[in-house]
């Protein structure tokens, strides 16, 4: 029964703890994170996506780094996109942001719309990776790039047994990439992360 309450809740935070299941996973995926911002190499202009954005806490720090460009972030969550606008308020005001309510299997963007796309610890919420692996390869412009990071599987299989979600090794998410005709799919390893990085 908890262990059910607790998986729902780090899938889609709500209710009268949902902040603190927000700050939970912001605190233990700082590094990941950071990583994978660096993975990203953020170009003034660059139009990116960011699937699960949480609280808007990295969303917040790519924004940082753009000019002309603007980070879009998307969440499940109506508290966390509410924590989200209010974090980035600022970068929203300067078109430099934009936060919107929305699954990874239905992106409410246009077709060929980011030139990057990334998402951290997510993979283990999403019901259907295949339906995911469409809409991140119809979103992303031609030669656009993704960003996957996630832990390394043996940690993946500790955690499932506290929040029942699903575990991929990083040969299985490549080969998905592969199969949905992404191509230059690359294995980058750090601490106890991995990230799979491809090209459209």
């Given at each position: 029964m908890i262990?059910?309450?607790?998986?729902?809740?780090?899938?889609?935070?709500k209710?009268?703890?949902?902040?603190?299941v927000?700050r939970y996973m912001?605190k233990?995926?700082?590094?990941?994170?950071?990583?994978?911002i660096?993975?990203l190499?953020?170009?003034?202009?660059?139009?990116i996506?960011?699937i699960?954005?949480?609280?808007?806490m990295?969303?917040?720090k790519?924004?940082?780094h753009?000019?002309?460009g603007?980070?879009?972030g998307v969440d499940?969550?109506?508290?966390?996109?509410?924590y989200?606008k209010r974090?980035?308020k600022?970068?929203?005001?300067?078109n430099?942001?934009v936060?919107t309510?929305g699954k990874?299997?239905?992106l409410p963007f246009?077709?060929r719309s980011f030139?990057k796309?990334?998402?951290?610890?997510?993979?283990?919420?999403?019901?259907?990776?295949?339906q995911?692996m469409k809409e991140v390869y119809?979103v992303?412009?031609?030669d656009g790039?993704v960003?996957?990071?996630?832990?390394?599987?043996e940690?993946q299989k500790e955690?499932?047994?506290?929040h029942?979600?699903?575990?991929?090794?990083?040969q299985?998410?490549?080969r998905?990439?592969?199969?949905?005709?992404?191509?230059?799919?690359s294995?980058?390893?750090y601490?106890?992360?991995?990230?799979?990085?491809?090209l459209?």
């Amino acid at each position: 029964m908890i262990q059910s309450w607790i998986g729902k809740q780090m899938r889609e935070p709500k209710g009268l703890l949902s902040k603190w299941v927000a700050r939970y996973m912001e605190k233990n995926h700082h590094n990941i994170n950071q990583w994978t911002i660096q993975l990203l190499n953020i170009q003034e202009n660059d139009r990116i996506l960011e699937i699960g954005t949480g609280r808007g806490m990295t969303l917040s720090k790519v924004a940082e780094h753009l000019d002309r460009g603007k980070v879009y972030g998307v969440d499940a969550s109506h508290h966390m996109i509410k924590y989200a606008k209010r974090k980035n308020k600022k970068f929203v005001e300067q078109n430099k942001a934009v936060i919107t309510l929305g699954k990874a299997e239905k992106l409410p963007f246009e077709d060929r719309s980011f030139n990057k796309l990334f998402t951290v610890q997510t993979i283990y919420y999403l019901p259907d990776m295949e339906q995911v692996m469409k809409e991140v390869y119809r979103v992303l412009q031609v030669d656009g790039e993704v960003f996957l990071s996630f832990q390394k599987q043996e940690l993946q299989k500790e955690q499932k047994r506290l929040h029942a979600f699903s575990i991929y090794s990083e040969q299985e998410i490549s080969r998905m990439f592969s199969e949905y005709h992404f191509r230059d799919v690359s294995v980058y390893h750090y601490d106890t992360y991995v990230c799979i990085k491809a090209l459209k």
